[in-house]
């Protein structure tokens, strides 16, 4: 069975930054695109950010739109979130998700639209 193993999460003063690593497990495993959302106690699962694997399209929630960066290597089934500029509402549970059906260049940004998930990995930012 295909897992998708998130790393790099952690502890960062606010302003810091932090990259969050993603890879599936099977080399085999194909995507179409892959992303990354987030869930802080007490709240909604919230989209951050997804890439599109078809023309490498971008696209980010409104919270994280120029801090957060989204980029990967379809051939190894790998994505990164790097994040700058935390602030304290950047805490959360941070999960990878991948979507394996075919979506052209469209961006899936709820999570509905996506078949894969990690376990996640959590993000604290103090206040």
């Known amino acids: 069975q295909v897992q998708l193993v998130e790393s790099g999460g952690g502890l960062v003063q606010a302003g810091g930054s932090l990259r969050l690593s993603c890879a599936a497990s099977a080399r085999t495993f194909s995507t179409y695109a892959m992303g990354w959302f987030r869930q802080a106690p007490g709240k909604e699962r919230e989209f951050v950010a997804a890439i599109s694997w078809s023309g490498g399209k971008t696209y980010y929630g409104d919270s994280v739109n120029g801090r957060f960066t989204i980029n990967g290597d379809r051939a190894k089934n790998t994505v990164y979130l790097q994040m700058n500029s935390l602030k304290p509402e950047d805490t959360a549970v941070y999960y990878c998700?991948?979507?394996?059906?075919?979506?052209?260049?469209?961006?899936?940004?709820?999570?509905?639209?996506?078949?894969?998930w990690g376990q996640g990995t959590q993000v604290t930012v103090p206040s």
């Open positions: 998700t991948a979507r394996t059906y075919y979506s052209g260049s469209y961006v899936p940004f709820q999570s509905r639209e996506y078949d894969y």
